[in-house]
């Protein structure tokens, strides 16, 4: 049963402490997003990738979020230093993107990982 | 800028009782338009996608409809299990897909 695997599920940190997050993509997916959901915000899209490479971080704090995937079968999103309006819960999600790009990008499903809920105190 | 605004916020039926949740968007170029099924505690999990106007998705219950403009999810005589948070959400130009606030659905027995 392929499935987004996000670790860890919960995370408890203090103020100004460094947080990785990692999520393994379903396996052949060649498209992964990050996204944060908070009660007040809803699910807000922080970054994504496609083939490995960021097209767009735009959502993200650049002061503090980096997201990365090193390589197929792994994406981090890093918070440092974290503070407590970080608190949320972390999404990773991925799909299988239709390629090439440039002849057109039909619509793709993206499938959601159960997210890792960060408490930063 | 592109915006997703379901209603109502909430929405408590009796089993059986039929009903229609609203997506409305504004997107620059409509590569699809996306429903999602989420409960506490839990990811969003994928229902359907649609891509053009006048297209139907079906599955169990549940149907979802789509014109230029807004996007309906009606449920058929839903039951307690129904009950979740459904979510849209639409993607534009590239990659970008964003999801609308959602409607939180209660069903009772």
């Known amino acids: 049963d392929a499935r987004v695997t996000q670790t860890p599920r919960h995370k408890v940190t203090e103020m100004g402490q460094e947080v990785t997050m990692r999520c393994q993509p379903i396996l052949g997916h060649n498209t992964v997003f990050w996204?944060?959901?908070t009660m007040m915000q809803g699910l807000e899209l922080l970054a994504y990738f496609r083939n490995r490479a960021p097209l767009d971080d735009s959502g993200m704090?650049?002061?503090r979020f980096s997201a990365e995937m090193?390589?197929?079968?792994?994406?981090?999103?890093?918070?440092?230093?974290s503070e407590p309006r970080d608190s949320a819960v972390y999404f990773c999600a991925s799909g299988l993107a239709p390629m090439p790009l440039g002849q057109g990008i039909a619509g793709f499903s993206a499938f959601f990982g159960q997210g890792t809920r960060l408490t930063v105190v | 800028e592109d915006q997703v605004t379901q209603s109502p916020e909430a929405l408590r039926l009796q089993e059986g009782e039929s009903s229609s949740l609203n997506c409305s968007y504004t997107v620059s170029g409509l590569r699809g338009l996306f429903w999602y099924r989420q409960d506490p505690g839990k990811g969003p999990e994928f229902l359907f996608t649609l891509y053009s106007?006048?297209?139907e998705k079906e599955k169990e219950r549940l149907k979802a409809t789509l014109t230029k403009k807004e996007s309906f999810l009606h449920i058929t005589a839903p039951k307690p299990e129904d009950s979740a948070t459904?979510?849209?959400a639409v993607r534009g130009g590239g990659f970008k897909t964003i999801f609308g606030a959602g409607t939180r659905l209660f069903v009772k027995a």
């Open chain 1, 35 to 37: 996204y944060r959901q």
């Open chain 1, 61 to 63: 704090p650049k002061d």
């Open chain 1, 70 to 81: 090193p390589d197929a079968t792994l994406a981090t999103l890093k918070i440092q230093p």
């Open chain 2, 53 to 55: 106007a006048g297209e």
């Open chain 2, 86 to 88: 459904y979510l849209c």
